[in-house]
């Protein structure tokens, strides 16, 4: 079991930054490949990023490219989000979801890849 709690939401102008963090329960932290998803009013959830176990692979969706950035620190249990040049489009609660894996370099990409979600932490980007 992992329970999964993020952080670092708020309000912000457009082209400022926020560090989203998602904090996990447990000792198991170093054997779960870690995602970041966001959901906006009227939309279904979609990919942001993700990060295998070992942090050495890393992918995020296109249009966030150049923008965000995931890391993780397994000392600390701690997945992070970090969000540069945030556009108004970036509106929406994003969410950290874990999956345990062997892999060392395994991430997936779609949501029915994780068993284990965070409750959101909303993120607003004023124009």
């Known amino acids: 079991q992992v329970q999964l709690v993020e952080s670092g939401g708020g309000l912000v102008q457009g082209g400022g930054s926020l560090r989203l963090s998602c904090a996990a329960s447990?000792?198991?932290?170093?054997?779960?490949?870690m995602g970041w998803f966001r959901q906006a009013p009227g939309k279904e959830r979609e990919f942001v990023a993700a990060i295998s176990r070992s942090g050495d692979s890393t992918y995020s969706t296109d249009s966030v490219k150049g923008r965000f950035t995931i890391s993780r620190d397994n000392a600390k249990n701690t997945v992070y989000l970090q969000m540069n040049s945030l556009k108004p489009e970036d509106t929406a609660v994003y969410y950290c979801a874990a999956k345990f894996t062997t892999s060392n370099t395994w991430f997936g990409v779609s949501s029915t890849e994780y068993h284990y979600w965070g409750q959101g932490t909303q993120v607003t980007v004023s124009s």
């Open positions: 447990g000792r198991t932290f170093r054997s779960t490949a």
